[in-house]
């Protein structure tokens, strides 16, 4: 997290790095051999096109688990999971709630683009529990802990110390120390149980001719300590030290101004380091893709006869494609990132995050999603319970089945391309009548205060208490933008509505554009929504 931000023809011979990192095999089980995968197999940058920034990754036995920031999104911090570096799927959450103060509940203040930066996940083997810590707000740092990623996360304890963009490692002889800082880089080593802080020690001061590092991720390979860093938005540096976790430290420059893999998108920063199971590396990094966001690319990394990391590169720049990752055939395969939720069972599913902390009063699953009005308000970036889903890249479509009829009047309830330029297509019961209105010009300022509460650019009527609304979202960096809106009144015939919607690509929000569910109250609370089904699709 920064606040400066602004085809590959052979194998590649990767070197083997013996030696504990983070996501060793659990003890007591050996690492399943991996079968070798055709020599055609590759596989294609970005291996995900959604908006997962500040890479942390791991592999526990044979599993990968990557987590990222979330801000004001609630749950925090997801975790996907995978069996081969490439395919990915949502496995849970390590913040359950954002429940550090009354903002992230749109309670009297807003916590857009705070909450959950760069933060670190870890496994610890010897008590075979996963932990997750991140600073909040400059002011304090938090442990959760789980034993599965599914969950359940409890809170271990709170730090009256901001480890600042932390890289967590459980080092060899099971100690838990804490890479943290922004330019000044300081190593914490954490009590045995993980609630207190033992010692910390400056261990960098990074030099005025490279700028800002930050991001750390804190690694044990070959018995030597290395601190991964980024200078956002353009460069990734690495220190090592042979003498322990204190140091000294050296330093040397793993990339910078490198040539990414995404046409339009930024240059390959930030994230980690991970061990396949038969010691090849990779380094997941993530590029600048606005208006969707940041989103993950893969690449091999071998290491000098010195140990320091070298990113294999394609024709001087960041591979959009290379061989596939040599690793054991996966128990299964993972569940897609498109398709269909009905919102079945009795909770969402970890794809889905809400704008800031729900009101759980006010929403059930189930039967389909049901949003009853939470908030009374003419501003959505003000309206509690809205449900974001992330923009799958390059271009997909979020189609809704919305069962309107037990709205009240002033209520607006639809489907929106959320960010902190906004717009949505829906429904508006004014005097007891419905509307089908697409509504432009929903803005933020640079501080998140709201600029515009949106002005209708188009309208249609709408009969009996049931319509299809959909919005198809173009992510492409460097392209025209667009965002676009159109509803059905039988799920199979689309009209569209309203003029393209040109979504912005500044990168100060930091967070990509999501689709949002909402319903929201202008006069009274009372009414209800049910959403039937939701299917996110790609060309």
Excluded at 78 to 98: C, K, M, Q, T
Excluded at 237 to 246: A, H, Q, R, V, W
Excluded at 457 to 462: C, D, E, H, K, N
């Amino acid at each position: 997290m920064s606040w400066l931000h602004q085809s590959c023809t052979r194998r590649n011979t990767l070197t083997t790095a013996t030696g504990l990192v983070v996501g060793a095999a659990l003890p007591g089980t050996p690492a399943a051999a991996a079968q070798p995968v055709p020599a055609a197999a590759q596989y294609a940058n970005p291996v995900l096109w959604q908006d997962f920034a500040d890479i942390d990754i791991i592999r526990v036995g044979d599993t990968y688990y990557y987590s990222a920031s979330t801000m004001h999104y609630s749950p925090g911090a997801p975790i996907l999971r995978s069996y081969d570096l490439v395919n990915w799927e949502f496995a849970g959450h390590s913040v359950p709630v954002l429940d550090f103060g009354s903002k992230y509940d749109l309670n009297g203040a807003r916590g857009y683009v705070r909450g959950i930066w760069a933060s670190s996940l870890a496994y610890r083997p010897s008590n075979r529990t996963f932990y997750w810590l991140g600073q909040i707000d400059f002011a304090r740092t938090y442990v959760y802990t789980a034993t599965s990623v599914e969950g359940p996360w409890s809170r271990l304890t709170t730090l009256n110390t901001a480890y600042y963009d932390a890289g967590l490692l459980v080092d060899t002889d099971d100690t838990l120390y804490v890479a943290y800082g922004n330019s000044t880089i300081s190593v914490a080593q954490l009590s045995a149980d993980g609630r207190t802080q033992v010692r910390a020690q400056q261990v960098f001061s990074t030099p005025s001719s490279i700028g800002t590092l930050e991001g750390s991720r804190f690694y044990r390979i070959n018995g030597n300590h290395y601190i991964f860093l980024t200078r956002p938005a353009n460069g990734q540096y690495i220190l090592k030290s042979t003498s322990g976790p204190f140091g000294p430290y050296t330093l040397r420059q793993v990339l910078l101004d490198l040539p990414g893999p995404l046409s339009g998108g930024g240059v390959p920063h930030q994230g980690g380091l991970v061990q396949t199971q038969n010691g090849a590396w990779y380094y997941l990094a993530f590029v600048d893709a606005f208006p969707g966001g940041r989103v993950p690319v893969l690449a091999p990394v071998t290491w000098t006869s010195d140990g320091w990391p070298v990113v294999q590169l394609v024709n001087g720049g960041w591979g959009a494609s290379y061989p596939s990752p040599v690793v054991p055939s996966p128990p299964r395969q993972v569940a897609p990132m498109t398709g269909v939720d009905t919102f079945d069972g009795t909770t969402l599913k970890p794809k889905w995050e809400w704008n800031h902390n729900p009101d759980n009063t006010k929403w059930s699953v189930g039967n389909g999603l049901t949003l009853r009005t939470a908030t009374v308000t003419n501003d959505l970036y003000w309206a509690r319970n809205t449900l974001t889903h992330r923009v799958q890249g390059p271009t997909s479509t979020a189609t809704v089945q919305l069962d309107f009829s037990a709205m009240r009047d002033g209520d607006r309830a639809g489907l929106a391309l959320l960010r902190d330029s906004s717009a949505w297509i829906g429904v508006r019961r004014d005097g007891g009548a419905n509307r089908l209105v697409m509504v432009n010009g929903l803005t933020m300022d640079g501080s998140w205060n709201t600029t515009g509460t949106g002005y209708e650019a188009a309208s249609a009527g709408v009969s009996g208490g049931r319509v299809w609304l959909r919005a198809t979202a173009d992510i492409r960096p460097g392209s025209s933008r667009p965002g676009t809106f159109s509803y059905s009144t039988d799920g199979v015939d689309f009209v569209r509505l309203g003029p393209a919607f040109t979504m912005g690509n500044s990168w100060q929000f930091f967070m990509g554009y999501r689709f949002a569910l909402f319903n929201h109250a202008t006069q009274t609370l009372g009414g209800s929504v049910r959403i039937a089904r939701f299917e996110l699709s790609t060309p």
